[in-house]
């Protein structure tokens, strides 16, 4: 069984920091992409950032040179870390990660639990 257990979500003052964690567990041979998503209320699911396992990188513009998603290979563990933060970042925040369970086998797509962001004026 596939877990991912998300962490470092709170409350913060605008222009301030957080960092999410996101860690998986189970019998993952290995993991493709890896990336964060958000939801704000009663807005849909959109992407922030996303990492490849060659390390390549993509961001939603409203995120671009604020935030930095990165990923430990070894601990299949993705992070964002949030800078200059801005109240309209408030939003339940999600990773994402799609994985094999055996070599050759077919990826899986798995969500987290979600971590709530809220970002204060």
């Known amino acids: 069984q596939v877990q991912l257990v998300e962490s470092g979500g709170g409350l913060v003052q605008a222009g301030g920091s957080l960092r999410l964690s996101c860690a998986a567990s189970?019998?993952?041979?290995?993991?493709?992409?890896m990336g964060w998503y958000r939801q704000a209320p009663g807005k849909q699911r959109e992407l922030v950032a996303s990492?490849?396992?060659?390390?390549?990188?993509n961001y939603a513009d409203s995120v671009k040179g604020r935030f930095t998603i990165s990923r430990d290979n070894a601990k299949n563990t993705v992070y964002l870390q949030m800078n200059s933060l801005r109240p309209e970042d408030t939003a339940v925040y999600y990773c994402?990660?799609?994985?094999?369970?055996?070599?050759?086998?077919?990826?899986?797509?798995?969500w987290g639990q979600g971590t709530q962001v809220t970002v204060s004026t």
């Open positions: 990492i490849t396992s060659g390390g390549t990188t």
């Open positions: 189970g019998p993952i041979i290995s993991i493709n992409t």
């Open positions: 994402n990660l799609d994985y094999r369970l055996a070599y050759g086998g077919r990826y899986y797509s798995k």
